[in-house]
């Protein structure tokens, strides 16, 4: 959610990045990144976006970068309930610090 130009094309980055590798899991359904892009840096309703893009769960967190240490963090929601999937709440609310 910065402005900073280069703090979003780090994000950015790293967002397709995960949808890569989401992707080669032929047993997930993944939608494509420009398809997902246009609910970035919006504060979107969970069960309108599983709507809209027929999804069942979505993956959402934030990217930030500061001097030498990089934060990612990601829930996985219910698209269709709002809330933590149950067999994947060891996934859920992951966050990782680290220096580069």
């Not at 900073?4 to 032929?26: H, K, W």
């Not at 027929?54 to 990601?74: C, L, P, T």
């Amino acid at each position: 959610m910065s402005r900073d130009p280069e703090q979003a094309y780090f994000s950015d980055g790293v967002t397709e990045d995960v949808i890569t590798e989401l992707a080669r899991f032929q047993q997930l359904y993944v939608v494509a990144r420009h398809s997902s892009f246009q609910y970035r840096d919006k504060a979107a309703d969970i069960l309108r976006v599983g709507r809209e893009l027929n999804a069942q769960y979505i993956v959402e967190g934030s990217v930030g970068r500061n001097d030498d240490q990089i934060r990612i963090s990601a829930q996985l929601v219910d698209a269709t309930t709002g809330i933590l999937g149950r067999s994947l709440r060891h996934l859920a609310g992951t966050a990782m610090t680290r220096g580069k």
